[in-house]
């Protein structure tokens, strides 16, 4: 299959797939006599399975690892055990730094009162007071 026909068939962009070509996850493909891209089944395979994992959040280098891994089934998978718990701790870490900014927002949702106009505004207030003294320069 060509180029476009993998992407629709995998749902990923076309310079996503020649970026990952570049990058070498993803196994340059054989070129039919006019210079087009032959792909076959292993590259929609693989191509499903960096698409899964980014959707996961995996980072490339780590994709990069886990396709090794695919490469080499006699290795241990020890390594792939805590490429994802730290990936789970990375997720979990985000949900915490979330949870935190949607405090933040519900407390400054508090500062509303409905019916007043922009320059009576709680919030625009606080957005304004905590932008100023970001740029004080005694702020560190």
Do not use: W
């Not at 701790?89 to 106009?117: D, I, K, N, P």
Request: proline share 5%; aromatic share 4%.
């Amino acid at each position: 299959m060509r180029i476009g026909e993998l992407a629709k068939a995998t749902g990923v962009d076309t310079e996503t797939i020649r970026y990952y070509e570049k990058a070498g996850l993803l196994p340059a493909p054989a070129r039919s006599g006019n210079g087009y891209r032959a792909y076959g089944p292993e590259h929609q395979e693989r191509l499903a399975f960096i698409r899964h994992c980014r959707a996961l959040d995996i980072p490339l280098a780590e994709v990069r690892r886990l396709l090794e891994f695919l490469l080499h089934p006699e290795t241990d998978c020890a390594d792939v055990d805590r490429l994802i718990e730290t990936q789970l701790a990375r997720v979990r870490a985000r949900l915490e730094s979330l949870q935190a900014l949607e405090r933040q927002l519900s407390t400054l949702r508090g500062r509303c009162a409905a019916g007043r106009l922009a320059g009576e505004c709680g919030i625009l207030r606080e957005l304004l007071a905590a932008a100023q003294e970001e740029v004080r320069p005694d702020h560190p």
